[in-house]
């Protein structure tokens, strides 16, 4: 689906970095773009293999370049472009860098033809903890909980 003509110039970037990160070997076929105004204001590719770093999705990335381009730990009132739809742990850093709306090309599904499997976490992450392949286990909570409390009786805690 073809939304507008600068919806879908910022997309065909996205698609572009997407290619330059398996056509460098760099990593899998995913490239991300962060929008503000009408303007890329940031840009990332998938670097997992060149970084070694299993976190170095293209969504992130343009999130890492957008933020320090920016100063700001904040991307709120920017939306993010992305080759495919995003894995979970992107989606979490969209959260967290407060984006206002995903745009995506290949679905999971799509993705998934390829080898790429991410149906797989969104599966795991649906289910109880106790149920995951990873376990989970709590261990002392009450001393990590002053470390919480020593942070909140900081006078000037930065609030994010
Ligand atoms: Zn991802």
Redesign the pocket.
């Known amino acids: 689906m073809s939304l507008s003509a600068e919806a879908d110039g910022f997309m065909r970037r996205a698609l572009e970095l997407g290619r330059h990160a398996a056509d460098s070997g760099e990593g899998g076929p ?1 490239g991300a773009v962060i929008v503000r105004d009408g303007a890329i204001v940031g840009e990332g590719w998938n670097r997992v293999i060149a970084s070694s770093d299993p976190t170095a ?4 990335m343009a999130i890492r370049d957008a933020c320090a381009q920016a100063g700001l730990f904040s991307l709120e009132g920017c939306d993010i472009y992305t080759s495919g739809e ?6 979490g ?1 969209i959260y967290w860098a407060r984006l206002r709306h995903v745009y995506f090309g290949f679905s999971i599904a799509d993705a998934e033809r390829v080898g790429f499997d ?1 149906r797989r976490f969104y599966t795991e992450l649906a289910l109880p903890a106790a149920q995951r392949k990873i376990g989970q286990t709590q261990i002392l909570g009450e001393e990590a909980c002053d470390v919480l409390d020593a942070y909140l009786n900081q006078p000037d805690h930065p609030a994010y």
């Open positions: 995913f999705h293209g969504e992130v995003p894995c979970p742990m992107c989606l850093a991410d």
